[in-house]
């Protein structure tokens, strides 16, 4: 299997005095960002798997919830949802006034993107601000505390024990790693350095009042719709290379124990149903194969089906968020167990994200790999899934293992 390890120390001060590779977060959009930090503005800053730039939206108006699928208006618009929710299809809309791309700003007008500005709001966000590093704006929403190791290992403990006594099949839990950002950090140089470790993943960086700041590398779509059809993928199991593994083993032959089988099974079956309900026929599903994201490797299988009209859209959503990858199964209750569990902490990590009808379709991706951003702060939120077979101390580790997709460039 292929190996990678984190950089010792000397390899990362090595690595900072290189020249940096050119950036991939334009002059415009920097400044951009760095003026709605200051003025605590919506913002979403994000690179799509493979693409080599960024994209950037942002506006003056305040984030409004709203149905993804079926709603009105056709404003396009980066899209956020908590892990909790009552209407899997409703999310915080965060509305593009501005586009910022590798090709310069473009201007909402109401019926389409134009190349002048039709607002003073939308001249100010295209000139931005200049300055030095970008911070997250200062929140007063409450913030999780960090897990320890007993702590987390008892949870998963009694997460064993509800399975064994037939509560559920699987629970998903998670906790908070909380890391200090030194003074004068930059969250563009983060999110740029990100994309560059991470090219196979969707790369984000997201500030608005209602959602804090958080900055993701996520390697799991929730649900892609355009006219050409839609995608989703049943992502589970977690193994990650022993550092005395030979560095040229090819990951097909990594071996998954029956309990993984098992359990990407389970998150497969959940979306062969959530399609079956929804009554989108012509799905097609790929056996599950071995998948690198950072450090880690996965099982996934991918799905894909033809395209499908709004409130077809809306129910599947409805029925896929959150999918038994990050909550469990049978959903409600898992959900009633992480609840009583971790509280109400997870906040939008394992919710959703993504660009709504800026480009090609909608594009949702789990909010996985993910961490809030605080002002001096960075909390990192991990989690994996509990079967009956699991052994808390490997749950552990599995969860220090993610927390190095984003630890690896802080
Ligand atoms: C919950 C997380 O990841 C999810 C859980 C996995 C697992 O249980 O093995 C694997 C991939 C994701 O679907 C996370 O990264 O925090």
């Known amino acids: 299997m292929a190996v990678e390890h984190r950089p010792p120390a000397g390899a990362v001060s090595g690595r900072q005095e290189k020249a940096r590779p050119m950036t991939k977060i334009t002059p ?14 919506p913002f979403a800053l994000w690179r799509e798997p493979g693409d080599d730039g960024f994209r950037m939206i942002c506006g003056s108006g305040a984030p409004r919830v709203e149905p993804v699928f079926g709603g009105s208006g056709g404003q396009p618009a980066f899209v956020m949802a908590p892990f909790r929710t009552d209407d899997g299809n409703r999310a915080w809309h965060l509305p593009a006034e501005v586009l910022i791309t590798a090709d310069g700003a473009r201007f909402w007008t109401g019926a389409g993107f134009s190349q002048t500005p039709v607002t003073p709001a939308q001249s100010r966000l295209a000139g931005g601000a200049e300055g030095g590093g970008i911070q997250a704006p200062a929140t007063t929403v409450p913030v999780p ?20 006594a037939g509560a559920c099949d699987k629970i998903v839990l998670s906790r908070v790693d909380a890391r200090d950002l030194p003074v004068g950090h930059d969250l563009c140089a983060l999110a740029d350095d990100l994309a560059r470790v991470h090219p196979h993943a969707f790369v984000s960086l997201v500030s608005s009042q209602p959602t804090g700041t958080w900055l993701t590398a996520t390697p799991e779509i929730l649900l892609h719709a355009d006219d050409t059809g839609l995608r989703t993928m049943a992502l589970a199991g977690t193994q990650w290379p022993d550092p005395d593994s030979d560095p040229d083993t090819d990951p097909a032959d990594l071996i998954w124990s029956d309990k993984i089988v098992e359990e990407q099974g389970f998150v497969a079956a959940f979306i062969r149903d959530a399609f079956a309900a929804e009554g989108i026929a012509g799905v097609s599903e790929t056996p599950p194969a071995t998948v690198r994201a950072a450090n880690l490797y996965h099982l996934r ?9 709004e409130p077809q859209l809306a129910g599947l959503l409805r029925r896929l968020h959150p999918t038994s990858a990050v909550c469990g199964m049978p959903r409600a209750g898992a959900h ?30 789990v909010n996985l790999r993910s ?4 002002r001096d702060r960075i909390l990192l939120h991990v989690g994996g899934g509990i079967v009956a077979a699991s052994d808390p101390a490997l749950e552990w580790q599995e969860t220090v293992e993610k927390t190095r997709t984003i630890g690896q460039v802080l």
């Open 28 to 41: 415009q959009q920097r400044a951009a960002c760095r003026l709605c930090v200051t003025e605590n503005l």
């Open 145 to 164: 505390e960090p897990v320890s190791a007993p702590d987390y290992e008892a949870r998963v403990t009694r997460a064993v024990a509800a399975i064994h």
């Open 301 to 309: 299988s991918d799905f894909r089906a033809p395209a499908a009209p």
């Open 336 to 365: 009633d167990f992480i609840l009583a569990e971790e509280g109400d902490t997870r906040s939008f990590y394992t919710g959703y994200l993504g660009p709504k009808r800026v480009g090609a379709g909608t594009r949702l991706y």
């Open 371 to 374: 961490a809030r951003v605080l």
